[in-house]
């Protein structure tokens, strides 16, 4: 039962146009979500959050967008930047503080 | 302030015998959680621990796997009797008390690699 989904396994994107990573979920019990970044050999870096009250955050380059009635959100990167490249990681909970349910995650790559 | 530690870092054995995984949280933080993850798979959920209680263990198999947060140490997860399907990376997360109404990020450790021969 995959309650979180990330459609795309991998996305290639030229440096300093936008990145769009996706993300579907199932469970109408989430209240909040988080987007991970991972390089290979380390742990996951937390990014950025949004609430279910709210439908944009935005912090610098990175932006998400959580549309409820659609059970989607995203994550934009403006300008992407090499150093991106990197599997980002969608993440919902459905009670605050407590366990985080994962996407398999999407592969970006920013070519220079 | 350090991070979430984790060790060992990479850890091989062989089959039927047991691994040892150890998370040491932030500084201030009260909260565990272990993560593992599959090749090609997201992290999935295993179990959440405050100091001397285990507060959500759904993720965690019934069998061979257990996991402590003791007053004083570490947080130890256990695998007896390993398997090759227990190969993963198994990640640690720690967050600090949790606020009435408030979400707390749950910082990652580097992870533990188990190779089961």
């Known amino acids: 039962d995959q309650q979180v989904k990330q459609n795309s396994p991998s996305l290639s994107v030229q440096e300093g146009r936008i990145s769009i990573l996706n993300c579907d979920y199932t469970n109408s019990m989430f209240d909040y979500f988080l987007w991970y970044k991972k390089y290979p050999a380390e742990g996951p870096t937390f990014l950025i959050s949004?609430?279910?009250?709210?439908d944009k955050n935005e912090d610098g380059r990175f932006t998400v967008f959580l549309n409820k009635s659609a059970k989607h959100l995203s994550l934009h990167i403006v300008p992407s930047q090499p150093g991106d490249s990197a599997v980002y990681f969608c993440a919902a909970s459905a009670e605050y503080g407590n366990k985080l349910v994962f996407g398999a995650g999407t592969i970006l790559r920013v070519k220079s | 302030n350090a991070g979430v530690m984790q060790n060992p870092r990479h850890l091989v054995r062989r089959r039927g015998q047991e691994a040892r995984l150890r998370c040491s949280p932030m500084k201030g933080h009260s909260h565990v959680y272990w993560y593992r993850q599959l090749p090609e798979e997201g992290l999935k959920f295993m179990v959440y621990?405050?100091?001397?209680?285990?507060?959500?263990e759904s993720g965690m198999p019934k069998e061979r796997f257990s996991a402590e947060f003791p007053k004083e140490g570490p947080s130890i997860l256990r695998i007896q009797q390993v398997v090759r399907g227990d190969s993963a990376a198994y990640f640690c997360?720690?967050?600090?008390?949790?606020?009435?109404?408030?979400?707390?990020?749950?910082?990652f450790g580097p992870g533990t690699r188990l190779t089961v021969l």
């Open positions: 997360a720690s967050s600090p008390l949790r606020l009435a109404g408030g979400y707390n990020e749950q910082f």
């Open positions: 621990l405050q100091k001397e209680n285990i507060i959500d």
């Open positions: 949004i609430s279910s009250i709210k």
